[in-house]
C-alpha cells in the first residue's frame, strides 16, 4: 500500500486516546491485556494509548492519526494487517462455523500442513496463547523424563514455572520457584554448570536479538541429549519468520519439544506445539491439555491461509531483506553523526534499538527518540518488527525520519538534557532483573 503518512508539524491530537483512558483508570488493572501495548511502553502525553484499525502496515489512532507499525500487534501481524487472502479465509470459514461440537477438519488439515513446514513436527497439538503451548511443552517434558527441574533462557510467558524467575513473581509458592532456573545465552557453561540429573527440560528461544556464536544450539542440544534432558525451542518470535520452518530450519537443529504462536496466524489467536511422536504421546491420556477453544476454525482457517503465504512469497526473505534496510540505514545514520552509544541489532526479521548507559539513562534516550518518532508518524517503541507489508516507502520514510530524529537526540545528549526535551514521563523498564540471576539449581 502507498506510504500517505505525513510528517507532522506538531506532536498529534491525542484527545481521544485520553478520553479512553481515563474510562479505563481503577477498572481495567494495568490498562492492558499485554504488558508490552500498555502505557509503561509509551511515553505519556505524546504516544497514542489506543489503536483503531490498522492496513497493510499501517493502523490509526481514535483521534485518526495514522502511523507507520513497527510493533506489528506485538509479533502476530507478519504479512500486514487486514491482509486480504488472510482475511478472506476467515470470512469464508465465518460463513460455516467459528467453534464446534466435535473436531474440526481443519485440525488435521493445519497440523499436516505443518508436519510438512516444520522439521519436528512429528506430532502437532493447537492452542490458544503462547504460554499454553510453553506450559504444556513443559509438562509433557516432566512427564517424559519424570524429572522436575526446568532450565530457561529467554521470555516464556506468565504462568507459575517461568515466571517465578522473575522479579513479578507475587504469587507463586516457593516450592514453584524452586525448580525453574536460567541460563545465560552462547554461554554453554552457564547451562553445563546449571543442568543436573534431576533436569526435565531446558527450554529457549533460540535467539531473542544476539547473534548467536560458536555453534551454541547445537551445543545446547548435545549437552541436553548426553543429559537425558529434553531440549524445547520456544520458536514465538522466530518461528516463520526466520525461515518457514522457524529456527530450527536455519540452524539445522531439531528440538525434541517446540512452541509457536505470534507469526502463525498473521493476528488470530493460535498456538502450537510441536515434537517427537513419542513424547507428545503423553498428551493422549497422562498429560492433560485440553481447552474449550483450542480448535476454534477461524484462526485454524487463517493459520492455513498465512502459512501458504509465508511459502509462496517468501515472507522470510523479504523480511529480511527489509529489515537489513532499517538497521544499515540506522547504523549509517548513527555511525555519520559520531553516536557510538546507540544501534540497532539482531536477526534482520526484528531488531532492537539499544542505548547505551554511558552516554545517559537508556530509557530516557529510549522515550525521546519515541517521543520525536511519533511525531513523524512512525509508531516506534525501539524495535522493528518486520512484516511483509513493510514497502520500500515505509522504509524510506522510516530512514527519513531517523535522519531527523538522530540529531535531536545527539544535541540533548551533549547538552545534558535528555530528560528536559521529553514532554512526559519516559518509558519503563519490563523486568527489572532481565540477566545473570536464578542460574544455580540447588542440586
Ligand atoms: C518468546 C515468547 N514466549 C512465550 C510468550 C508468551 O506468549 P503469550 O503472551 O501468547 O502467552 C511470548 C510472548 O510475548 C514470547 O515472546
Known amino acids: 500500500m502507498a506510504n500517505k503518512v505525513k510528517f507532522n508539524p506538531d506532536f498529534p491530537d491525542i484527545s481521544e486516546s485520553d478520553k479512553l483512558f481515563k474510562r479505563s483508570e481503577g477498572l481495567i488493572p494495568a490498562y492492558s491485556q499485554t504488558l508490552a501495548k500498555g502505557p509503561t511502553q509509551w ?18 489512532d481514535p483521534d485518526g492519526n495514522e502511523y507507520i507499525d513497527l510493533n506489528m500487534g506485538i509479533g502476530p501481524i507478519v504479512l500486514g494487517y487486514c491482509y486480504d487472502k488472510v482475511d478472506d479465509a476467515i470470512r469464508k470459514q465465518l460463513e460455516d462455523g467459528i467453534t464446534f461440537s466435535m473436531t474440526h477438519p481443519l485440525e488435521v488439515e493445519l497440523s499436516e500442513k505443518i508436519r510438512d513446514v516444520i522439521p519436528n513436527a512429528e506430532s502437532v497439538r493447537f492452542s490458544k496463547t503462547g504460554c499454553d503451548v510453553t506450559t504444556a511443552a513443559v509438562r509433557v517434558a516432566r512427564a517424559f523424563t519424570k524429572r522436575e527441574k526446568v532450565l530457561c533462557c529467554g521470555y516464556h510467558g506468565w504462568h507459575d514455572w517461568y515466571i517465578a524467575v522473575t522479579d513479578r ?28 540429573e534431576d533436569t526435565a527440560c531446558v527450554i529457549l528461544e533460540p535467539f531473542v536479538f544476539e547473534e548467536e556464536k560458536n555453534d551454541f544450539l547445537k551445543k545446547v542440544h548435545e549437552v541436553c541429549k548426553k543429559n537425558g534432558t529434553l531440549l524445547i525451542f520456544d520458536e514465538m518470535w522466530t518461528g516463520f519468520r526466520i525461515a518457514p520452518g522457524g529456527a530450527q530450519e536455519y540452524f539445522g537443529v531439531t528440538p525434541d519439544l517446540a512452541c509457536y504462536s505470534k507469526a502463525v ?6 498456538s502450537v506445539i510441536t515434537g517427537r511422536q513419542d513424547v507428545m504421546r503423553l498428551l493422549d491420556k497422562d498429560v492433560f491439555f485440553f481447552t474449550t477453544f483450542g480448535g476454534e476454525a477461524l484462526s485454524l482457517a487463517a493459520a492455513m491461509a498465512t502459512i501458504d503465504e509465508i511459502i509462496t512469497k517468501n515472507v522470510p526473505a523479504f523480511l529480511s531483506e527489509q529489515g537489513k534496510k532499517l538497521k544499515d540505514g540506522y547504523n549509517k545514520i548513527v555511525s555519520e553523526l559520531g553516536m557510538d552509544y546507540t544501534k540497532c541489532m539482531g536477526y534482520n526479521c526484528r531488531t532492537i534499538i539499544t542505548f547505551d548507559a554511558k552516554a545517559g539513562n537508556p530509557l530516557e534516550m529510549k522515550s525521546l527518540v519515541q517521543q520525536e518518532m511519533i511525531k513523524r508518524g512512525v509508531l516506534w517503541c525501539g524495535f522493528h518488527n518486520m512484516c511483509f507489508s513493510h514497502s520500500g516507502g515505509d522504509i524510506e520514510y522510516i530512514l ?8 535531536v537526540l545527539k544535541k540533548a545528549v551533549e547538552e545534558n538534557k535528555v530528560k528536559d526535551s ?10 527489572r532483573k532481565t540477566g545473570n540471576f536464578n542460574m544455580k539449581p540447588k542440586k
Do not use: C
Request: aromatic share 10%; proline share 9%.
Open 422 to 431: 521529553l514532554k512526559g514521563e519516559p518509558v519503563e523498564p519490563v523486568f
Open 169 to 196: 513473581n507475587a504469587g507463586i509458592p516457593e516450592a514453584v520457584k524452586d525448580l525453574t532456573f536460567t541460563f545465560n545465552y552462547n554461554d554453554i557453561d552457564s547451562l553445563e554448570q546449571s543442568i543436573d
Open 265 to 270: 496466524a498473521n493476528g488470530m489467536p493460535l
Open 43 to 60: 511515553i505519556r502525553g505524546i504516544a497514542p494509548k489506543f489503536l483503531v484499525k490498522g492496513k497493510g502496515s499501517h493502523v490509526w
Open 400 to 407: 527519513k525520519a531517523y535522519e531527523d530524529v538522530l540529531p
